[in-house]
Structure formats: C-alpha cells, structure tokens
C-alpha cells in the first residue's frame, strides 16, 4: 500500500485567509482525488486529478496536480467558516479501478474562525 | 433515497457481543467499499466488492471480520466477539465501474460503533 502524506494535520485560520495544504507521496498516482468531510457526515468529492501538472478550479477551490504525479495541493482563496472540515486526498494507483488501488491520506482538519 | 443509506447511525455494544452493519448502496452502482475512520483519522479500508467477482478481503484487520453483499447491492459488515479497538465509525461507499481508473465514491453518513 503506498502513502500519502497530508500536511498540516491541523490548521486553523480567520476568515479572508488563504491557505494551502499539501498531499505527498513517494509514489505514483494515475490520478488523485480531495474529498471533503464534514462532522457526522461521509467525505464528498470535490476534484479528480489526472494529469501530470494539471491545475482545476472550484470556485475559491484551487487544486493542482504535480509534474511527477506524485503530489497535490489545494490552494484556498479568501477562506469562509463553511469551507471547515476535514479534507482528505486519495491516489489511485493504477487504471484497473477499485478499492485495492485507492489510498487514503490521513486529512488535514481546517477550521475558519469567523 | 438516492444516496448511500446506512443503518444503524449509532451503535454501542459491549465487549464480546457480534454487531452487524447494514449499508445500501446507491441503485445501478455496481461496487461497494467499506472503509473504517478512527477519531480524526483518515480511511482505513476494509473490503471492496465489484459486481459478481470475489470481494477484496485485503483490508479486514482481523478474521473477526466478515462482509457479504446479497444481490448485488445491500451489504452487511459483521464483526464478531467486538474488542474496544473497534470502536470507530465505519464508513459504506458505492460507485460505477470504470474501466480506465477510479470513479467517485459516494459515501454515507456512517455507523458509529462504540464498544464499552
């Protein structure tokens, strides 16, 4: 099973902020994914990135995946109290698809304060 | 509904007893994941089922646990004689089958086991 480090674990800032997080591996990834979860609730995606390089954008949402496929980021613009919860990037490992190529990172806990 | 529905949302049971976890996945997605979340940690997988193939058992920590999915769709996750390191909330995901890579997963809600 490969990792994914996701770093910070914890960052907590005022609304307005920006912010980045980062998701790291000594891997290679055919393509990752950021979730987002919120307390009591089941993670939702927000992007899938497949392209070495590739840069997507959802709303204030930045993300970016790197040259080597290897590592993302997600870049948050002019943070908001609801985007608070805990983001978590997932790799896949290779095209077949299901459970045995998908890892999870241990997430990073974002809390804006108003 | 039209999401991933699980059943119960809370569960607390003592040391010992057998607890039984429902999950009904959305209609027409063809796999099924069961993944395992301690206090603030990420996904622990568990078990994978895609269609009428054998499930990928890889991830089930122990032979005390045990997953069947009947039908095709509901599937039920059984862990026997509960230790209190299984206390955790065990996350159901469903999604389609993709061929060239890893589809969206849509998860639900969750059942909070907490064994005493």
Redesign the interface.
């Known amino acids: 099973t490969q990792l994914l480090e996701?770093s910070p674990q914890f960052l907590s800032i005022q609304e307005g902020e920006n912010l980045t997080v980062y998701c790291n591996s000594s891997s290679v990834f055919?393509?990752l994914?950021w979730?987002r979860q919120e307390p009591?609730?089941?993670?939702?995606?927000l992007v899938?990135v497949?392209t070495g390089g590739e840069v997507k954008k959802l709303k204030r949402l930045t993300f970016q995946f790197g040259d080597a496929r290897k590592d993302s980021s997600l870049h948050i613009t002019a943070a908001q109290p609801g985007d608070t919860g805990l983001y978590?990037c997932?790799g896949?490992e290779g095209?077949g698809?299901?459970?045995?190529?998908?890892t999870?990172?241990?997430?990073t806990?974002l809390i804006i304060q108003p | 509904g039209a999401g991933v529905s699980q059943s119960p949302s809370n569960k607390v049971t003592e040391k010992g007893k057998d607890v039984e976890l429902r999950c009904d996945p959305i209609s027409g997605h063809t796999a099924l994941y069961w993944y395992r979340q301690s206090l603030g940690q990420g996904l622990e997988f568990l078990i994978y089922f895609q269609g009428n193939s054998a499930p990928d058992k890889s991830g089930l920590p122990s032979d005390r646990f045990s997953a069947e999915r009947t039908g095709g769709s509901v599937s039920t996750l059984t862990i026997q004689r509960t230790q209190q390191e299984d206390s955790a909330v065990y996350l159901c995901a469903s999604s389609l089958s993709y061929r060239w890579g890893t589809g969206e997963l849509f998860f639900g809600e969750g059942s909070r086991l907490t064994v005493l």
């Not at chain 1, 698809?97 to 998908?102: E, K, P, R, V, Y």
């Open positions: 996701q055919s393509s994914q979730y009591g609730e089941g993670p939702v995606l899938t497949v978590l997932a896949a095209s698809g299901g459970a045995d190529g998908l999870f990172g241990k997430g806990h």
